[in-house]
């Protein structure tokens, strides 16, 4: 039974959303309702993907802890296990949305424990406030959504969408956006340096598309790729991004650095036969050949058609393309196909990275991923390295090559250079 000073637990998003929609029409013009979509990068995510029981302790938990930063007429949806919705309402100030909101990131930034682990949730806030004219429940619950991805996005801890209903919601229109954004070939690239553990060299960049930073609209790049596969435009984007790559890398390669670059390729690439054929004819446009290019291509993409993957993967390998797998451990991937796929290397998911310092668990899936990589002789990387600890950690386990915010964010082709200087000097490489 619920205490009555306890807020209210609601049980599904259709529940919910009366609930919201009640709230909106309830809320009078004096006072503020505030909408927020909490999102948890947990350090325990396998274990609560996995145990039914363990997921239900740790619910509880955050539960405990939530209980007291909010009100009795507050109201909370668990929606999945790294995602809670919350609904405070007669807020006598949009002041004390933000007091709860950093009330709620606080009891949450510590760890938990559960089982004698310590669990960490890294919460995201993404939050809405009324008065917004003429909104409804499905249109708050987009803006608040739309500002959790910026969170996360940006690396944000809580991002708040304007009260300005058009500014906040994702166009309509998207589509439209994504395609003119692609004509106009104004989509920029940024690029990670992953680095080799033992010589400390730059041994390769991922480029990561971003959308213009001057457009009046702001996109999240898996906003992007999501509209680019979903309306037939991801061929476009991708050869966008890889002439981008080619144009800009020819200059760093002028200048003496030569680094092998890795491009992502999307699910919905892989089913296209003639990927092969589109690859080479914008390779041989810029006369570069393709070993100077890496293929990553995510876990989950590639176990649809196994026949079908293995066999265009052998051609891109044959072409001379080097090929990651991304996001490795995410796809539950048997050891079979990593035996049939001709990979270079596995890319394993930052989300086990980011937990293996606290959490056992995480740490054994990591070991576990590297010393099979290692038996079928493919080289091993890291990505979403933020910590020295981690660094350290992986370097001990034999991981060969790093990416993350430990060394490097992201940044423009113009940056990569200079930096790759400065980053060879300090660890005293020729
Ligand atoms: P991904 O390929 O797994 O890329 C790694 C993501 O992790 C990047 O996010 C990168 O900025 C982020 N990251 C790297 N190091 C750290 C770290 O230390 N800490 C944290 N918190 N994050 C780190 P980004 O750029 O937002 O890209 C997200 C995803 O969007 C990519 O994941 C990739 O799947 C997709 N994507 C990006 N560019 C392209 C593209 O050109 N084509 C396709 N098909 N997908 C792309
Ligand atoms: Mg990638
Ligand atoms: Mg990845």
Not at 151 to 179: I, T
Not at 336 to 349: Q, V
Request: glycine letters at 4%.
């Amino acid at each position: 039974m619920k205490h009555v000073s306890e807020p209210i637990l609601v049980r599904s998003c259709a529940v919910f959303a009366v609930a919201l929609q009640h709230a909106i029409n309830a809320a009078n013009a004096g006072s503020t309702l505030a909408l927020l979509v909490l999102n948890l990068q947990r350090s325990d995510r396998i274990a609560a993907l996995i145990s039914a029981s363990y997921a239900k302790k740790m619910r509880t938990r955050l539960w405990d802890r939530l209980c007291p930063v909010l009100r009795y007429n507050d109201q909370v949806l668990f929606v999945s296990h790294n995602e809670i919705w919350l609904l405070l309402p007669d807020l006598t100030a949009p002041e004390l949305a933000l007091l709860a909101t950093h009330q709620i990131l606080s009891v949450l930034e510590q760890p938990l424990t559960i089982e004698q682990h310590r669990v960490y949730t890294n919460p995201r806030i993404g939050m809405v406030c009324t008065p917004v004219q003429g909104v409804t429940a499905s249109t708050m619950l987009r803006m608040a959504d739309n500002a959790h991805k910026k969170a996360l996005q940006e690396y944000q801890k809580l991002v708040v969408a304007q009260g300005d209903l058009k500014a906040n919601l994702l166009p309509e229109n998207l589509p439209k956006l994504v395609s003119e954004v692609l004509d106009a070939n104004t989509l920029s690239i940024v690029y990670q340096p992953k680095i080799d553990t033992n010589s400390k060299r730059v041994v390769s960049v991922e480029a990561l598309v971003r959308w213009p930073g001057d457009h009046p609209e702001y996109i999240p790049v898996n906003v992007l790729i999501e509209t680019a596969e979903r309306c037939g435009l991801i061929e476009q984007l991708t050869l966008h991004v890889l002439s981008t790559v080619l144009r800009e890398s020819s200059e760093w390669r002028a200048a003496g650095l030569d680094l092998l670059i890795w491009v992502n390729l999307s699910a919905r690439m892989l089913g296209q036969s003639h990927l092969p054929d589109i690859l080479m004819h914008i390779m041989d446009i810029w006369q570069i050949p393709p070993s100077a290019i890496g293929l990553e291509i995510t876990e989950s993409a590639l176990i649809h058609d196994i026949d079908q993957t293995t066999e265009l993967l052998s051609q891109l390998k044959q072409l001379g393309f080097h090929l990651s797998i991304d996001d490795f451990g995410t796809g539950y991937s048997s050891l079979a196909y990593l035996r049939r796929f001709p990979i270079d290397e596995l890319k394993i998911d930052r989300m086990f990275i980011q937990g293996m310092t606290e959490s056992g668990q995480d740490k054994q899936i990591v070991q576990s991923i590297i010393d099979l990589a290692h038996n079928f002789g493919l080289l091993v990387v890291a990505e979403g390295v933020e910590e020295y600890e981690t660094l350290h950690m992986l370097e001990a386990m034999k991981c060969e090559q790093i990416q993350g915010f430990y060394f490097a964010k992201p940044m423009p082709a113009q940056e990569l250079l200079p930096w790759c200087h400065q980053f060879h000097h300090r660890h005293n490489v020729a």
